[in-house]
């Protein structure tokens, strides 16, 4: 019950404050800055969430398979699986200061903006693409995803917030946008629920494999997992058009 409980006060904490806002040139999001926030010096990090998407993709991908990380960030992700599961992985992320620390892991790196679409042409094949708390941030999800598609063998696994959490719902309650955001407001593009994800993905004529709800306010995350559930993790197999 402390878990539950100091969860909970946390949520009901930010129901009325705002992060400190920290722009860059002419109010751009200073993507240097939100890493700097959510890492500070720390050598490559393992965050619970991370963990628990980690582990949720080792019980979907085959050992040994081939994987291309998008906004890898530090690697520690990518380093997770190779040591559980022998993967060939690659991380792909536009921070050079981050992806130095996946270097370090041993892990092969691309420095590239994954919402330049010419850009993600030019990757190479792999059994698998994972895009944890990327396509959020992205203008244009569905063109991203569907050229994925044609890059992954297997399938795309991938998370976002799960913007139906009963915290996000009290914030709009109280007059105040679902709070999603570290250092910059425009963060984050767009938004979803558990239902909202469902109709999006299957919009497009792919086919939805998985749709797992994680982490959020513990015991009742398990009774209503769409309203007490903070993060959706969903598997894509191999494009399939109508």
């Given at each position: 019950?402390?878990?539950?409980?100091?969860?909970?006060?946390?949520?009901?904490?930010?129901?009325?404050?705002?992060?400190?806002?920290?722009?860059?040139?002419?109010?751009?999001?200073?993507?240097?800055?939100?890493?700097?926030?959510?890492?500070?010096?720390?050598?490559?990090?393992?965050?619970?969430?991370?963990?628990?998407?980690?582990?949720?993709?080792?019980?979907?991908?085959?050992?040994?398979?081939?994987?291309?990380?998008?906004?890898?960030?530090?690697?520690?992700?990518?380093?997770?699986?190779?040591?559980?599961?022998?993967?060939?992985?690659?991380?792909?992320?536009?921070?050079?200061?981050?992806?130095?620390?996946?270097?370090?892991?041993?892990?092969?790196?691309?420095?590239?903006?994954?919402?330049?679409?010419?850009?993600?042409?030019?990757?190479?094949?792999?059994?698998?693409?994972?895009?944890?708390?990327?396509?959020?941030?992205?203008?244009?999800?569905?063109?991203?995803?569907?050229?994925?598609?044609?890059?992954?063998?297997?399938?795309?696994?991938?998370?976002?917030?799960?913007?139906?959490?009963?915290?996000?719902?009290?914030?709009?309650?109280?007059?105040?946008?679902?709070?999603?955001?570290?250092?910059?407001?425009?963060?984050?593009?767009?938004?979803?629920?558990?239902?909202?994800?469902?109709?999006?993905?299957?919009?497009?004529?792919?086919?939805?494999?998985?749709?797992?709800?994680?982490?959020?306010?513990?015991?009742?995350?398990?009774?209503?997992?769409?309203?007490?559930?903070?993060?959706?993790?969903?598997?894509?197999?191999?494009y399939v058009r109508h």
């Amino acid at each position: 019950m402390r878990k539950f409980f100091s969860k909970l006060k946390g949520d009901l904490k930010q129901l009325f404050g705002y992060p400190d806002c920290q722009y860059g040139v002419e109010f751009t999001v200073d993507y240097a800055a939100y890493w700097k926030r959510r890492r500070g010096d720390r050598e490559a990090y393992f965050s619970p969430w991370q963990k628990i998407r980690a582990d949720r993709t080792l019980r979907i991908i085959e050992p040994g398979s081939s994987v291309i990380d998008l906004g890898c960030g530090d690697g520690a992700v990518l380093g997770y699986l190779k040591e559980q599961a022998n993967i060939s992985g690659i991380g792909v992320d536009m921070d050079r200061r981050m992806l130095d620390k996946a270097c370090q892991l041993g892990i092969e790196t691309i420095e590239m903006d994954i919402g330049d679409i010419e850009k993600i042409k030019t990757l190479p094949e792999t059994d698998y693409i994972l895009g944890f708390e990327i396509f959020e941030h992205i203008p244009n999800p569905e063109r991203l995803l569907c050229h994925l598609m044609s890059k992954a063998r297997k399938g795309i696994i991938f998370s976002v917030p799960n913007t139906g959490y009963y915290a996000h719902r009290l914030r709009l309650l109280f007059g105040k946008f679902p709070l999603q955001w570290i250092v910059h407001p425009g963060e984050h593009l767009r938004f979803w629920t558990a239902r909202d994800m469902k109709f999006w993905v299957r919009s497009m004529g792919l086919d939805l494999k998985r749709l797992i709800l994680y982490e959020g306010l513990p015991v009742l995350n398990k009774i209503s997992s769409s309203l007490f559930s903070q993060g959706m993790i969903i598997h894509i197999a191999k494009y399939v058009r109508h």
